[in-house]
């Protein structure tokens, strides 16, 4: 019998409503409804300018919000500032990694250590990291600085942790070892995880659910099994040609 089907739901650690991001007051993203919940792994998919990454800057307070509300943890957080948001359990993975190159896996990983923080615990999670903690992070491969730069986001224990294309400039290989990492973070800590990948089929393997992004507005939702067994609706709204096809969850 499937364990899953007969667990309740957890709770939403992140509720997006009607939210409008965009830039200089003029909106690329537009009513867009999305949710976390604890524990589980997000993707957010959709072609190049679709508005990925202007809805998890959004998210993760590093741009205000044009119109919508955004929801963490229970609270109200639109545009409360990303330095803040970081203390309260929300974490951000940039696209650039943004590691200090010259300190080494160790000294990356205590810098982002709070009060509470400990590194024990992400080493547990990550052991991969572990055979490099004296390495200067300029010098690891590009999947071990990615391995790093989410090792750094988990240190605080975050309630939810935002990635932002984890994948790019990295080889397929190396992105089938990385993104299964951020399965083992929602089970491991609990986190809420809303990723973007370019990879979608790689993506879908380790999220519950996706949603998918055409031309700044949600045109298809549902879980992973649902997106996978519709690859021609997928496809589709890839184009920006299906709207919000697929059973919402
Ligand atoms: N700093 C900016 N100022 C003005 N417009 C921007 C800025 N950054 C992105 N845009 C525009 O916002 C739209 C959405 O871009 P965004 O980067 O969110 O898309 P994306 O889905 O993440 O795409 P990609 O996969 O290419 O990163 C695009 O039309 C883009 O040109």
Same mark, same amino acid.
């Given at each position: %019998?499937?364990?899953?089907?007969?667990?309740p739901?957890?709770?939403a650690?992140l509720?997006?409503?009607?939210?409008?991001?965009?830039?200089?007051?003029?909106?690329?993203? +537009?009513?867009?409804?999305?949710?976390?919940?604890?524990?589980?792994?997000?993707?957010?998919?959709g072609?190049?300018?679709?508005?990925?990454?202007t809805?998890? %800057?959004?998210?993760?307070?590093?741009?205000?919000?044009l119109?919508?509300s955004?929801?963490?943890?229970?609270?109200?957080?639109?545009?409360?500032?990303?330095?803040?948001?970081?203390?309260?359990?929300?974490?951000?993975?940039?696209?650039?990694?943004?590691?200090?190159?010259?300190?080494?896996?160790?000294?990356?990983? +205590?810098?982002?250590?709070?009060?509470?923080?400990?590194?024990?615990?992400?080493?547990d999670l990550?052991?991969?990291?572990t055979?490099?903690?004296d +390495?200067?992070?300029?010098?690891?491969?590009?999947?071990?600085?990615q %391995?790093?730069?989410?090792g750094?986001?988990?240190?605080t224990?975050?309630?939810?942790?935002v990635?932002?294309? %984890?994948?790019?400039?990295?080889?397929?290989?190396?992105?089938?070892?990385?993104?299964?990492?951020?399965?083992?973070?929602?089970?491991?800590?609990?986190?809420?995880?809303?990723?973007?990948?370019?990879?979608?089929t790689?993506?879908?393997?380790?999220?519950? +659910?996706?949603?998918?992004?055409?031309?700044?507005r949600?045109?298809?939702?549902?879980?992973?099994?649902?997106?996978?067994?519709q690859?021609?609706?997928?496809?589709?709204?890839?184009?920006g040609?299906?709207?919000r096809a697929?059973?919402s969850?």
């Amino acid at each position: %019998m499937p364990a899953t089907e007969a667990e309740p739901e957890a709770e939403a650690v992140l509720t997006v409503t009607g939210l409008e991001a965009g830039y200089h007051g003029i909106p690329v993203v +537009r009513g867009l409804d999305l949710q976390v919940r604890a524990g589980e792994v997000v993707a957010l998919l959709g072609s190049n300018g679709a508005g990925k990454t202007t809805t998890l %800057m959004t998210v993760a307070g590093l741009l205000a919000p044009l119109g919508g509300s955004i929801s963490f943890d229970g609270e109200s957080i639109g545009g409360v500032a990303a330095h803040r948001l970081a203390r309260r359990g929300l974490s951000l993975v940039p696209e650039d990694r943004a590691l200090f190159a010259e300190l080494t896996v160790r000294e990356n990983l +205590r810098l982002a250590r709070a009060k509470t923080g400990s590194e024990r615990d992400v080493l547990d999670l990550l052991p991969e990291l572990t055979k490099c903690l004296d +390495r200067k992070a300029g010098l690891l491969s590009g999947g071990e600085q990615q %391995m790093l730069a989410v090792g750094r986001a988990l240190v605080t224990r975050p309630k939810l942790l935002v990635v932002d294309e %984890m994948s790019l400039g990295l080889a397929p290989v190396v992105v089938e070892r990385l993104l299964p990492v951020l399965r083992r973070v929602a089970v491991g800590f609990g986190t809420g995880v809303l990723v973007v990948e370019q990879h979608v089929t790689l993506a879908l393997d380790v999220a519950e +659910r996706a949603y998918v992004l055409a031309h700044g507005r949600l045109v298809l939702s549902g879980t992973a099994a649902q997106l996978r067994d519709q690859p021609d609706l997928l496809t589709a709204s890839y184009l920006g040609d299906a709207v919000r096809a697929a059973p919402s969850t």
